[in-house]
């Protein structure tokens, strides 16, 4: 299956694995439709993008937003879904959480992507796709992040029951393991580098991945006529050390 004069669109293509997903779209022929929250977002991913992309604003917390972002977008033939909240709430120790805090981790990957899958799905054609992101804290738990762990797995289950839901639509997610996005910047440079060193080291591939790479598993997914209701790991192997 070729992506050749395809209509994609990229909830979160503004940055990171979404940008790339919309790079890599563009290459094989597809035109983009990037959504994120904030319009200077949208219009700084498309002149970095150029040709064949345009973009709408949508807040994936509301969903009058996505109601009326699809409205607006018409048909297309695959979605992929990379939005993501960075806020760090809900991580922590049980004891101490917040559960009112901890509620909002599920607003945007979960929520957000159930919303969106709600108003787009009617706008797509049998076979055409819809691609979630997760991360490998469903499948790696660490201290601290109980929330975000059952927040992710989540997510798997959601592709799978929207796999059903919506056949002959495809749904799969992508769970990615450490990518190196824009996310990281935050960090000190000599920090940012001992640490993902650190994160990395054991992984059969010990390194961090880049945004390019993990974006070949969203193309993989919406080319794969075959597949529907699976999680393909983008990790380095992170999952089997």
């Known amino acids: 299956?070729?992506?050749?004069?395809?209509?994609?669109?990229?909830?979160?293509?503004?940055?990171?694995?979404?940008?790339?997903?919309?790079?890599?779209?563009l290459r094989e022929g597809a035109q983009v439709v990037i959504g994120s929250s904030r319009q200077t977002t949208v219009d700084g991913a498309i002149e970095k993008l150029g040709a064949g992309a345009s973009g709408v604003v949508v807040d994936v917390t509301d969903?009058?937003?996505?109601?009326?972002?699809?409205?607006?977008?018409?048909?297309?033939?695959?979605?992929?879904?990379?939005?993501?909240?960075?806020?760090?709430?809900?991580?922590?120790?049980l004891a101490e959480l917040d559960l009112d805090d901890a509620r909002?981790?599920?607003?945007?990957?979960?929520?957000?992507?159930?919303?969106?899958?709600?108003?787009?799905?009617?706008?797509?054609?049998?076979?055409?796709?819809?691609?979630?992101?997760?991360?490998?804290?469903?499948?790696?738990?660490?201290?601290?992040?109980?929330?975000?762990?059952?927040?992710?797995?989540?997510?798997?289950?959601?592709?799978?029951?929207?796999?059903?839901?919506?056949?002959?639509?495809?749904?799969?997610?992508?769970c990615p393991g450490l990518i190196r996005t824009e996310v990281w910047n935050s960090i000190p440079a000599e920090q940012r580098e001992e640490r993902l060193h650190r994160m990395t080291s054991?992984?059969?591939?010990?390194?961090?991945?880049?945004?390019?790479?993990a974006a070949e598993a969203y193309l993989y997914l919406m080319r794969g006529g075959f597949t529907t209701g699976q999680i393909l790991r983008v990790d380095g192997g992170s999952s089997i050390v």
């Not at 054609?125 to 499948?139: K, R, V, Y």
């Not at 975000?148 to 997610?173: F, Y």
Request: glycine content about 14%; aromatic content about 6%; some cysteine.
């Open 104 to 174: 909002k981790v599920f607003a945007v990957r979960y929520w957000g992507a159930l919303t969106v899958a709600k108003h787009a799905h009617g706008s797509m054609p049998p076979g055409g796709s819809i691609t979630l992101t997760d991360g490998m804290f469903a499948h790696r738990p660490g201290k601290g992040a109980v929330v975000t762990t059952s927040m992710l797995a989540a997510v798997e289950h959601l592709a799978q029951g929207l796999a059903i839901e919506l056949a002959p639509i495809r749904v799969n997610c992508v």
């Open 63 to 93: 969903e009058a937003s996505v109601k009326a972002a699809f409205a607006g977008i018409g048909a297309f033939d695959h979605l992929a879904f990379t939005a993501g909240d960075w806020s760090g709430a809900g991580r922590g120790a």
């Open 1 to 25: 299956m070729t992506l050749q004069n395809k209509r994609i669109v990229i909830i979160g293509g503004s940055s990171g694995i979404g940008l790339a997903v919309a790079q890599a779209a």
């Open 202 to 213: 054991r992984q059969p591939l010990p390194r961090t991945g880049e945004p390019s790479e």
